[in-house]
């Protein structure tokens, strides 16, 4: 009796003579009208399982019914022989007495047992076994999403390789084309496009290397005047020229071709050196780039550096 509560199941359903007799050739008869060529026994087995699920159901809706009015009529009749036995003590009415109480506790018995199950479910879904739930509801979903059978050119159909085959049709279909093998249409719509064209010297223009007017209008035209970095280092990019208090000139540096154009912001990247700055990772400090006045600090900088402007 453990066994079966435990894996869900409901037992009492199957106690009745009458059920197990019943059930049996019911499902051989079921099998018998429906069992047809070209359906495939998947889809009669999962059919027959819904029939004998709705037999089950019926009958025990039915014996729900037949022990709800026989529980109403022996507590009628324990009732009244309990007053028999108060009033006149009789064996026969004590042992009549005791026959109804059994029959009463059986089903006392049945409703508790249906009880503990309905409480179990409980416990499923809002205790602690809700992985069981999910997957058990899963399962009723992707059954529900099943497709069943299809229209086809030939009627409707319930085989599943065919309606298999129907839907690897159709998706191929989707992905596939008509070839025309004629390169005469090819040629008379691509020269019906009218593709933009440019000069030789606008052409020569756009393979010329970066000058810095072309860099100084790319800072201007930049949101918040920001240059390119995670840092988001100000630009101050000035209209007329490059000041040398703005980091332009150090942008500047690898477009410059004269020595004789250096600012005296370049000319102190390019004592860098002498300040005793000899790699790039000495201007970090705990991988975090130094404040001005860290480096300051560490290598006797001027208030007006352009170190300044790269905060």
Known sequence: MAEPYKRGYKPALLYPAKLCITLPNGKKTWLYCNEVWDVSAAVIWESCKAYLRGEIKASSAYQSKIAREKKVS???????????????????????LLTKKAEYDILVSNETAESLLKMRHNYYEFGDKQSELLAHQIRQSSSSREINQINTDIGTTINPQTINNQFRKFYGSLYSFESLNNETQFKR?????????????????LDAPFTINKLKCALKLM?????????????????????PSSLMSLLCLPLTTSPTAYSSSVVDFLVWKELGIVSVKQLYISSIFASFDQLTQVFNLKPTHFFRYLQ
Do not use: R, Y
């Open 74 to 96: 022996l507590s009628k009749d324990i009732a009244e022989l309990q007053s028999k036995c108060v009033d006149a003590p009789n064996a026969d009415v004590f042992k009549e």
């Open 189 to 205: 719509f691509f020269s019906s496009l009218d593709f933009p064209s440019i000069t030789s010297e606008m052409a020569s223009s």
């Open 223 to 243: 949101q918040n005047w920001k240059c390119p970095g995670p840092h988001g280092f100000p630009a101050e990019v000035e209209e007329a020229s490059c000041s």
